[in-house]
């Protein structure tokens, strides 16, 4: 208990030493849109977003609980990850593997948890979906024998399967391989009927966790909206499910370098399952089910983000811990132990020289500068605007409304649903201008990057209702931002332009034109 204390202290203490880091992209999203919601607005309807629920839910719990500021996203992180240290454990003593098992999976999973280059620190969904699906995992690996169906645990096994798929649709993927595996070899004195029906049961559970989802958006009116952006809008600008499947068999998408500090562990569980298969083949079989449904989760959404390769990491950390016990109890020198302290110094190696990096550096090292500059746009926009003022953004960065704490103007917060290539785009500009025309807010924020006055830019005036719209309507505001990142524009006749203009930074002829 003692160690398994000290590894949680490191988790927490791993995750304040980038407690400061800005806050990504997707991270900010939830948290914006479970902000919007707690205020009364609906999801897909008020707030396009084409993933299903349960990640805003989270966001929005743990608003509730901890406040909308940068200690909920620590807070969820590290509570995430401690979930996951947990069932890394359970996991790992799991059969014959013991204490030593769970204690060597508890450390890998500490070690690795947080990694840098795939975003594991922050909390994304696919921090969520790890540690849904490692307890499921645990409760498979766990299962007693008799010729009965443990229907509580059948019951635990199937809400977390359901849970995991509505952080994203790729949750349904390690159910489908664990079922498989659970079917092909059954727990001992299990029927593979009796299976079967168990299997059932938990897609059962499944399609009820899916009914009611979709039962909420008939209520709220929002099917058509979350169809628009769920199917048609991603639709659109994927390859298709079956490309993306071809295409991860490359191998630079296979196995990226930026995996390849799992290469260790990989290799533990594999020479573990090789010298313990006899007498633990439906473990085995399990694990090898979720090394497998790892890569396809990674590749289904055809994008190849880093962070989409998190869902390695409990598979590495489990396989360690159960190949460093198997190797202890077969070989005469305590071979696993060795090998184990091998793996953990190559680790460690790995991992320790990040953490001497400020957290801002985190940020510059995965993102570039953009972060980095967003959290002090902030800070302008709170400059500038009163506090029941709104601004908004034609771009990316969402964190703006984070920081800042206001409303979001507009149902298409982002700019995506204008600029990614779908059939939608005219639809979604339009609704825009619609929300822009109706909040009128103070501030309009380009980044230079999307600039439509810039000789080499790929956004043009004429391709945008919402910047045909804007020209017109805001002037550029004489500010400098020390990034060089962003433009502010203030809206003609309103109350930012009459301070700046009594402030002198507009001069007063200037209002005429």
């Avoid at 992209?25 to 939830?30: E, T, V, W």
């Avoid at 897909?44 to 989270?58: G, Q």
């Avoid at 020479?271 to 473990?283: K, Q």
């Amino acid at each position: 208990m003692g160690i398994l204390v000290l590894l949680a202290i490191l988790i927490v203490a791993g995750r304040l030493r980038t407690f400061h880091e800005p806050v990504e992209r997707d991270i900010a999203s939830y948290a914006v849109l479970a902000h919007e919601i707690l205020n009364g607005k609906s999801l897909y309807r008020d707030l396009w977003e084409f993933k299903p629920p349960a990640v805003h839910v989270t966001y929005a719990l743990a608003e509730i609980l901890f406040g909308y500021r940068s200690l909920q996203v620590y807070l969820l992180g590290t509570i995430a990850a401690l979930i996951g240290l947990a069932g890394a454990y359970r996991a790992g003593s799991a059969f014959g593997f013991g204490r030593q098992g769970g204690l060597w999976a508890a450390t890998f999973w500490t070690i690795i948890s947080g990694d840098l280059l795939l975003q594991a620190n922050q909390p994304n969904t696919e921090v969520f979906i790890n540690a849904t699906v490692l307890w499921a995992f645990v409760l498979l690996a766990r299962y007693s024998p008799g010729p009965r169906i443990r229907w509580g645990r059948a019951i635990g096994i199937g809400l977390l399967f359901a849970w995991a798929s509505l952080y994203k649709q790729v949750g349904v993927v390690p159910a489908a391989f664990l079922s498989m595996a659970h079917l092909i070899l059954p727990p001992s004195g299990r029927s593979r009927k009796s299976v079967l029906v168990e299997v059932a049961f938990w897609a059962g559970i499944g399609a009820a966790a899916w009914a009611v989802f979709f039962g909420y958006l008939l209520a709220s009116g929002s099917l058509d909206a979350y169809y628009r952006a769920a199917v048609v809008f991603t639709r659109d600008y994927s390859s298709g499910l079956l490309a993306n499947l071809l295409e991860g068999l490359n191998p630079r998408r296979l196995g990226p370098r930026m995996l390849w500090f799992l290469l260790p562990l990989g290799a533990l569980g594999v020479t573990g399952a090789v010298a313990s298969w006899r007498r633990g083949a439906r473990l085995w079989t399990l694990w090898f089910a979720w090394v497998f449904a790892a890569p396809v989760m990674a590749c289904l959404p055809g994008h190849w983000y880093a962070h989409y390769y998190q869902f390695w990491l409990p598979v590495a950390a489990v396989g360690g811990g159960w190949g460093v016990a198997t190797l202890n109890q077969t070989g005469r020198f305590r071979l696993g132990s060795l090998l184990g302290a091998t793996a953990l110094l190559v680790l460690l190696a790995y991992q320790l020289p990040r953490y001497r990096l400020p957290a801002e550096e985190w940020s510059v090292r995965k993102y570039g500068a953009i972060l980095v500059a967003t959290r002090d746009a902030a800070k302008t926009v709170d400059r500038l605007l009163e506090e029941d003022e709104t601004f908004y953004e034609f771009g990316a960065e969402i964190s703006l409304y984070f920081y800042t704490n206001r409303p979001v103007p507009t149902r298409n917060f982002h700019f995506y649903p204008l600029v990614m290539p779908s059939r939608l785009n005219e639809m979604y500009d339009a609704q825009t201008v619609e929300d822009l025309e109706e909040t009128k807010p103070e501030l309009f924020i380009i980044p230079e990057e999307f600039s439509p006055w810039r000789p080499d830019g790929w956004v043009r005036v004429e391709s945008y209702r919402t910047l045909q719209w804007f020209g017109p309507r805001y002037r550029p505001i004489p500010i400098e931002d020390p990034h060089g990142i962003f433009r502010y524009y203030a809206r003609r006749g309103g109350n930012l332009e009459n301070r700046l203009t009594r402030q002198g930074i507009f001069k007063p002829e200037e209002r005429k034109g």
